[in-house]
């Protein structure tokens, strides 16, 4: 038993560890470095490495359900993975020599950027859906200490010359690999290149669920376009890509924080608790684990949009208020997109794809829209008035597209989801079922057929039926109505 909760223990590390280091490549491949700008004619385009970032990343998140259309493909790829971190580090490595040379070829900087932003992309789904294995409750504590983790690695990175940023970036990329690579021994028993898949979830897809994701995507796009807006505004060509990253950073690692306070209701895993526990659960709050901390991201991207003008020209400018706001706001929104993705259909890593798809394409258009503005007027009240806009587009991506009653909406949805989870616990126990028994159960209390549960789990049609008969004879049933009629039993 001591042993099963250190494997356990480990296996969390690892996982919030490895995600914390793709996410932190994902920030300093956005932001860090100068603005090197893109002609076309006589409109200049700001942030052109960026821009080719986002462009790369919106192809592979489009790519993304076409070539891995289950949590755990990409991953069962040991090969492929590896290959994926090995274009990490030979994009930052490129980069890095272009900036430490003066090289001004754009077309290297396209390579680049593609050699990082396509399997930076890919690798955070999967990481998305590895982290689904977990519950709701558990896997969201694991995004926000990963994110604390990006944060305070990406604050070191920031203080370093251009050249040092670019070896951190690549220590990321290797740390990635290295994680994957733990995980995927720890769940195959050491098997190299063996299939290491997160159990499926066995849910269809919620009606409540799709409408809520319509309108997140929704609040999704403003939220990118209001911060692009603003970063392609903040900065001229040869300055800094992100003016005050290193406050951008130093706020972002304070919001993670915060947010696991917010979240403490719940604790990480079981005997090793890093969060205050409060007596009221979760489920009877009139709150949803994360009201707080949506509403807490937002209130520090609001705030950066209003103190635009009143910080220019300080060390922390506005600007650097806004990109913490977003970055905490894009944490929340990849919790709530791998939710999404497990409610939806259980696919956590196709419900980041789309989710991350708008949020970039938002940030993409707000800086060619910002691009367009500063070409047509460089004046000072021009730039002041694109921040205000941009914070009113925040403002209302909250208040009218994706609100607090949403946010509350879709707690009640997971709280449904997480009552089914846990019915499906207690039955795995009570009745000693092995493990793959175990994954089988909720898709037979679904009512899936035994074709249906043979496609999502890997394995031929005639095993899923023989670990059926097992699952009946141990419960003492003869059919499935009797085993639904069983766990709603136990569940009263």
């Known amino acids: 038993?001591?042993?099963?909760?250190?494997?356990?223990?480990?296996?969390?590390?690892?996982?919030?560890?490895?995600?914390?280091?793709?996410?932190?490549?994902?920030?300093?491949?956005?932001?860090?470095?100068?603005?090197?700008?893109?002609?076309?004619?006589?409109?200049?385009?700001?942030?052109?490495?960026?821009?080719?970032?986002?462009?790369?990343?919106?192809?592979?998140?489009?790519?993304?359900?076409?070539?891995?259309?289950?949590?755990?493909?990409?991953?069962?790829?040991?090969?492929?993975?590896?290959?994926?971190?090995?274009?990490?580090?030979?994009?930052?490595?490129?980069q890095g020599l272009t900036r430490a040379m003066g090289w001004d070829a754009q077309p290297l900087t396209v390579v680049a950027c593609a050699l990082m932003a396509v399997p930076c992309a890919w690798l955070f789904c999967a990481w998305g859906g590895l982290l689904c294995r977990e519950s709701i409750s558990r896997f969201v504590p694991e995004v926000f200490l990963g994110s604390a983790l990006a944060g305070a690695i990406c604050l070191a990175a920031s203080v370093l010359p251009e050249s040092g940023g670019a070896l951190v970036m690549a220590m990321t990329a290797a740390g990635n690999g290295f994680y994957l690579a733990k995980l995927r021994?720890?769940?195959?028993?050491?098997?190299?290149?063996?299939?290491?898949?997160?159990?499926?979830?066995?849910?269809?897809?919620?009606?409540?669920?799709?409408?809520?994701?319509?309108?997140?995507?929704?609040?999704?796009?403003?939220?990118?376009?209001?911060?692009?807006?603003?970063?392609?505004?903040?900065?001229?060509?040869?300055?800094?890509?992100?003016?005050?990253?290193?406050?951008?950073?130093?706020?972002?690692?304070?919001?993670?924080?915060?947010?696991?306070?917010?979240?403490?209701?719940?604790?990480?895993?079981?005997?090793?608790?890093?969060?205050?526990?409060?007596?009221?659960?979760?489920?009877?709050?009139?709150?949803?684990?994360?009201?707080?901390?949506?509403?807490?991201?937002?209130?520090?991207?609001?705030?950066?949009?209003?103190?635009?003008?009143?910080?220019?020209?300080?060390?922390?400018?506005?600007?650097?208020?806004?990109?913490?706001?977003?970055?905490?706001?894009?944490?929340?929104?990849?919790?709530?997109?791998?939710?999404m993705g497990s409610l939806s259909g259980g696919n956590a890593g196709l419900g980041l794809s789309r989710g991350l798809l708008f949020l970039f394409l938002g940030q993409a258009l707000g800086i060619l829209a910002a691009s367009l503005l500063q070409w047509l007027s460089a004046s000072a009240a021009m730039a002041y008035g694109v921040g205000a806009l941009a914070g009113v587009m925040a403002l209302c991506a909250y208040l009218f597209l994706f609100t607090d009653r949403d946010l509350r909406s879709l707690s009640v949805v997971v709280s449904r989801q997480d009552g089914f989870e846990r019915r499906v616990e207690r039955m795995a126990a009570a009745f000693v079922l092995s493990k793959r028994e175990s994954e089988i159960l909720p898709f037979v209390l679904k009512g899936r057929t035994a074709e249906r549960i043979a496609s999502e789990l890997f394995i031929s049609k005639n095993t899923v039926d023989t670990h059926i008969r097992r699952i009946y004879g141990k419960c003492g049933v003869h059919n499935r109505q009797q085993l639904i009629d069983l766990s709603e039993t136990l569940d009263s």
């Open 185 to 339: 021994s720890g769940a195959d028993g050491g098997a190299g290149d063996a299939p290491c898949p997160p159990p499926s979830r066995a849910t269809e897809a919620d009606p409540e669920a799709l409408r809520l994701g319509a309108r997140m995507v929704a609040g999704t796009l403003f939220f990118g376009l209001a911060l692009g807006a603003v970063q392609a505004l903040a900065t001229v060509p040869g300055a800094a890509a992100a003016p005050g990253l290193s406050w951008s950073f130093f706020l972002f690692v304070l919001f993670s924080i915060g947010a696991l306070q917010l979240f403490g209701r719940n604790p990480l895993f079981s005997g090793i608790s890093i969060l205050p526990k409060v007596d009221a659960p979760a489920a009877r709050s009139d709150e949803g684990p994360l009201d707080g901390a949506y509403r807490l991201a937002v209130v520090i991207m609001m705030a950066g949009f209003l103190a635009v003008p009143v910080l220019s020209g300080t060390s922390m400018p506005g600007e650097a208020v806004a990109l913490a706001g977003y970055l905490a706001v894009e944490t929340v929104l990849v919790c709530l997109f791998m939710v």
């Open 1 to 94: 038993m001591a042993q099963a909760a250190k494997r356990g223990a480990a296996q969390i590390v690892f996982s919030f560890v490895g995600f914390g280091c793709n996410q932190a490549f994902l920030f300093l491949m956005m932001f860090l470095g100068a603005n090197r700008s893109l002609s076309l004619g006589p409109c200049a385009i700001e942030l052109s490495d960026g821009l080719f970032c986002l462009l790369f990343m919106m192809l592979a998140f489009g790519l993304y359900p076409r070539l891995f259309n289950r949590d755990g493909q990409l991953l069962r790829r040991g090969k492929l993975a590896a290959v994926l971190v090995a274009s990490m580090m030979a994009g930052a490595a490129l």
